[in-house]
């Protein structure tokens, strides 16, 4: 029978006598390893209390006999865990993560042996980030003007689309290993031929059938290169298998696919209509909503949907938008229960008159019945 084990009584370089789980089923450290500080640190940064196990945690000789000495050592140090970035600039930390990101994703193009930890330090990062700076997060996906680091930028920001809709979703013991994996999801394309990745225009059924193995490549290099779990294994393989069946590799359908997979798949599907691309012009955050909230059961899982349109609103954080009344705008935060009003931060009013960052008056949707939203507009042929 499984003990509870609660996050506060773990002392770093413990061991447990049998395998210690998250949430029944996520594996947190094997049977005989000793457990690191990063670990204990990462399951307080993701609201998670407890561990079970069906073996016995033996505290380190020198933990043992400091608390026998000093009952109030632990408390004290696990008081002091609040990340020294925590107040570093938002922007300057969402680069820096793409940075890192970057320099992963060329040693994983070159065969290089790579160690799972740069992975988890920087899923670490991202969630604290997203929970600390939300809204700052979310708007760089649509504004955040970054040069090069193409796949790296991709995955970041699916990743923080990801993170979003787990919390929403109240997946909190899942946030970790759902990060991880939109992290990596699509590294297995960095193994595939340049000129097929990079192709304008149809691809032939060759080559199609070579792009729609990354998925396999990704896998392997997860699952046997980086040693993770299955559960991220499983959104490496399964982010492209589709609500309704007729995705790849295996033609799952349902819930028969990773809740994992289904929240990276709109996650990925959302990023790749906004971004940039050699062959084509970035999708404004309007249009790629509308183009998820018309799937209609084809390609995505409903509450998936239904969970980022919550989080992200029909006109996402960093959307620029057009009033009725002529003024131009910038949407700065959403409401979940009103998704077409959300807070907005005027660029230009009605006169013409335009405003420098952060200048402009800040409206609520919401609370002023007056104003609506007339159309998005692309923030590349903006006025001003």
């Not at 938008?321 to 009013?349: E, F, K, S, W």
């Not at 006169?351 to 960052?357: E, L, T």
């Amino acid at each position: 029978m499984n003990k509870t084990i609660m996050v506060k009584d773990l002392v770093e370089g413990s061991v447990c006598s049998a395998d210690v789980y998250i949430d029944g089923e996520n594996l947190f450290v094997p049977a005989n390893v000793a457990i690191r500080g990063k670990d204990i640190k990462r399951l307080t940064s993701l609201g998670i209390d407890s561990v079970e196990t069906k073996g016995s945690i033996t505290l380190p000789a020198a933990e043992t006999k400091k608390a026998e000495s000093k009952p109030g050592a632990k408390a004290k140090s696990r008081a002091a865990r609040t990340p020294p970035s925590a107040k570093k600039d938002p922007y300057s930390t969402y680069i820096e993560l793409i940075e890192e990101l970057a320099e992963f994703c060329i040693k994983i193009q070159s065969n290089v042996t790579v160690e799972s930890d740069t992975i988890n330090d920087i899923a670490d990062k991202l969630i604290f980030y997203v929970h600390e700076q939300r809204n700052s997060f979310i708007g760089f996906i649509l504004g955040g003007k970054v040069e090069g680091y193409t796949m790296a930028k991709s995955l970041i920001n699916s990743a923080i689309l990801s993170a979003l809709i787990a919390i929403e979703l109240k997946l909190q013991k899942k946030i970790l290993s759902i990060v991880i994996g939109a992290l990596l999801h699509d590294v297995g394309m960095l193994r595939m031929p340049r000129e097929i990745v990079e192709k304008r225009g149809g691809l032939s059924a060759a080559e199609l059938q070579r792009i729609q193995a990354h998925t396999l490549y990704t896998y392997k290099i997860v699952s046997q290169e980086l040693g993770y779990q299955e559960d991220v294994g499983l959104i490496a393989l399964q982010h492209h298998e589709r609500w309704d069946g007729e995705g790849y590799p295996r033609r799952l359908a349902g819930k028969d696919i990773d809740i994992g997979a289904r929240i990276v798949s709109v996650a990925d599907a959302f990023e790749a209509m906004v971004s940039q691309k050699p062959y084509r012009n970035s999708m404004i955050g309007y249009q790629a909503m509308k183009n998820l909230l018309s799937d209609n059961l084809r390609s995505f899982d409903p509450d998936v949907i239904k969970a980022f349109i919550q989080t992200m609103g029909v006109y996402p954080i960093g959307s620029i938008i057009l009033l009725n009344n002529g003024a131009m705008a910038r949407v700065v935060d959403v409401q979940a229960t009103a998704p077409l009003r959300p807070t907005i931060r005027i660029l230009a009013d009605k006169a013409g008159n335009v405003f420098k960052q952060g200048e402009g008056e800040l409206i609520d949707l919401l609370a002023d019945k007056r104003l609506f939203i007339a159309r998005a507009v692309d923030p590349n042929i903006q006025a001003g």
